[in-house]
């Protein structure tokens, strides 16, 4: 297996492999199926935005001709308020009244604890107006720790300065500890933390909901 990657822009046909990624590191770094039955309600409510309605600030990792790691992002939450809301949930939901998805109890609790969430506060906050941008970035498992997250992060960066946007943030946890330490290298800051319980029937630590952000 070759060390050697680039980062090129993403193409529509890496929407499976970034899809298989993302599927395969959505539990904290390993695969969803710990916590969801089926992967795909996870990547049509979650990833298909991006792929989808803003893929020109989308970039993949490619070594041996496959996509080993992505960033994703957009620049205008509003646009991706309203997408979400007229697009993407309703076309989730339709595909849940088809029967399209497998629902089992791990994602009715998975579903239940993040309603929760919402309402006893967990979420953190961010300032919109200082960090308008957002991004989420994942590396295949088998290729972390030799700098690819880090290099899309810095180009996608480099991207926002391009384009104007004054700043950036990100939602995470403190059980990503790579990946933190990753944002914390290159001058990401700690905006605010909060305790989640949504964990707790499934992960043995205690776990905080973190926002990082950077102004540009």
Known sequence: ?????????????????????????????????????????????????????????????????????????????????????????????????QGEYKIGPKTRRYLREVALAFIRGEIPKVDEMLYPSHLHLNVDAQRRGLGIGKELLMGYLNHLRCLGVPGVHLQTTNLNRAACHVYESLGFSLLEARKTRVWEWIVNEKVENRCYGMRL
């Open 1 to 97: 297996m070759s060390t050697r990657w680039h980062i090129r822009p993403y193409y529509p046909n890496d929407r499976d492999a970034l899809f298989r990624i993302a599927g395969d590191t959505a539990f904290f770094g390993n695969p969803i199926e710990a916590y969801m039955e089926d992967r795909r309600l996870f990547l049509d409510a979650f990833y298909a935005y991006y792929t989808d309605y803003e893929s020109e600030h989308a970039w993949v990792a490619v070594a041996d001709g496959k996509v080993i790691g992505f960033l994703v992002g957009n620049l205008d939450p509003k646009k991706y308020r309203r997408t979400m809301a007229h697009k993407i949930i309703p076309a989730v939901i339709k595909r849940l009244g």
